[in-house]
Nanobody
Framework: EVRLVESGGGHVGTGGSLRLSCVSS????????IGWFRQIPGKAREGIAA????????FYVDSVKGRFTITKDAASRTVYLHMTSLIPEDTAIYSC??????????????????????WGPGTQVTVSS
């Protein structure tokens, strides 16, 4: 059973930093992509970063490029989201999700939404002005 657990959220001021962790279990780590998403109450969930656990290739949405960095540690089966220069607009519940790399690749080739199958419960990030 795939299990993902996030931690590291908290309350910081504008310009602050946080490091979120996504600890995984129940699957072959190197066969999956793991992504970070965020959701503000009343708004749609937004995918912000993703990493291939096979080769470390990464993706970022424009709003976090240059401020957030996604990394992985295969030994601990953990994917991190290093967040710097935080602004109040970054306030949200942050969740990680996993998908088989082969399924993600097929979705990109077919130009359809990637089927992120398994999700963690999320961690709250609050940035005050």
């Amino acid at each position: 059973e795939v299990r993902l657990v996030e931690s590291g959220g908290g309350h910081v001021g504008t310009g602050g930093s946080l490091r979120l962790s996504c600890v995984s279990s129940g699957f072959t780590f190197e066969e999956y992509d793991i992504g970070w998403f965020r959701q503000i109450p009343g708004k749609a969930r937004e995918g912000i970063a993703a990493i291939s656990c096979a080769d470390g290739s990464t993706f970022y949405v424009d709003s976090v490029k240059g401020r957030f960095t996604i990394t992985k540690d295969a030994a601990s089966r953990t994917v991190y989201l290093h967040m710097t220069s935080l602004i109040p607009e970054d306030t949200a519940i942050y969740s990680c999700a996993a998908v088989l790399e082969s399924r993600a690749r097929s979705a990109r080739q077919m130009r359809v939404r990637i089927p992120w199958d398994d999700w963690g419960p999320g961690t709250q990030v609050t940035v005050s002005s």
